[in-house]
């Protein structure tokens, strides 16, 4: 049985109630969005009914004390972690380090990414110059992005809500200024966008659970993403990987149970312990916590290089070299609006 939530948080949760009653219905998988997950896993908690997410980042979901809920992506602390390693790998030896500004949407995702970059950002030693919050579905954040300008950072982190890679860029691109490099957290559909945007050429990487070019590494990965480009004809997308290690762990717990009933599920997901290879993810593998977030999980980074998104974080799946300016290089005022699409010169890290 499936159940399109379409964002909505009421739909999801009465959507849950639906599932959940519905005829041999031993567990549900998803939902994607971070509120519509709140809802729904909160709906399954009291319904009993064991709640596998695929891919909901926002740290509030693991922190309920949910007996029922189990994350089997990374959380936002993980984004977070992985995001301040880059700049750690991407440092050369005597070469200051990069100052950073957050532009991040006023909701649940970006308030959650940006409060944990503002505690570990500072420990870890980089300067955290601006943090900017956007409405969601505001048509002209033109505030957040010259709180951004004038901050001058050497690096951005900007959470994307849905439909505001494009809005985003053009709205830094009408103000005349390009940050010399964006990490984009949010849906990887959204990066794409803004990279297209002219003067962001080279400039944007995004944060990903999942990235095609980990498939190289793992047979199973190999297979099930060829499988899934014949059976429907574009590649494999991060959402689609998410929903269907979700459907991987829920159907392996079920196995381990011994049958379809639902505590047995539970028990079994409590106890899970797969290895990276059997699944499609690059991660160490699935086992949760206390608080039902897996362990094992983790993350990556891609960098726009000529109009494709290459890997360049962790070292094992790096395809490429990350590529920004040096710290400290003034931005072009003028590149944004001259269209120039060139990318910024490499620092020659390679990252891990």
Do not use: C
């Amino acid at each position: 049985m499936t159940l399109d939530t379409k964002g909505d948080r009421q739909t999801a949760a009465d959507g849950t109630a639906t599932l959940a009653g519905g005829d041999g219905v031993a567990g549900i998988v998803g939902a994607f969005g971070a509120d519509a997950t709140l809802d729904a896993s909160q709906r399954a908690e009291r319904l009993q009914t064991p709640f596998v997410s695929g891919d909901a980042p926002l740290t509030a979901l693991t922190e309920r004390g949910l007996s029922w809920y189990f994350r089997a992506g990374p959380d936002a602390t993980d984004y977070g972690g992985a995001f301040l390693s880059l700049l750690r790998n991407a440092e050369q030896p005597g070469q200051q380090r990069r100052r950073v500004a957050v532009l991040y949407g006023n909701d649940a995702t970006g308030t959650d990414l940006n409060s944990i970059i503002a505690e570990y950002g500072e420990e870890a030693g980089y300067q955290i110059v601006a943090n900017a919050p956007y409405e969601p579905g505001d048509a002209d954040p033109s505030a957040a992005v010259a709180a951004i300008r004038a901050a001058a950072p050497d690096v951005v982190l900007m959470t994307t809500t849905p439909g505001a890679g494009a809005g985003l860029g053009k709205a830094f691109q009408a103000s005349g200024y390009t940050p010399p490099a964006v990490v984009v957290y949010g849906a990887p559909a959204e990066a794409a966008q803004l990279a297209a945007i002219p003067g962001f050429a080279g400039r944007v990487s995004r944060q990903v659970s999942w990235s095609l070019p980990s498939t190289r590494a793992n047979p199973l990965a190999a297979t099930v993403t060829d499988r899934y480009q014949r059976d429907f004809g574009p590649p494999m997308t991060a959402d689609a990987a998410s929903a269907f290690t979700a459907v991987t762990i829920y159907a392996r717990a079920i196995e381990d149970a011994g049958s379809s009933e639902r505590e047995r599920i539970r028990s079994a997901l409590v106890a899970i312990d797969l290895p990276g290879a059997a699944t499609i993810m690059p991660w160490n593998g699935v086992r949760f916590d206390g608080t039902h977030q897996n362990t094992l999980s983790a993350t990556a980074v891609e960098q726009d290089t000529d109009g494709t998104f290459a890997t360049v974080y962790p070292r094992d799946l790096a395809t490429t070299s990350v590529n920004w300016p040096p710290p400290g290089r003034p931005a072009s005022a003028t590149r944004a609006s001259t269209g120039s699409g060139a990318p910024a010169a490499p620092t020659g890290a390679r990252n891990g």
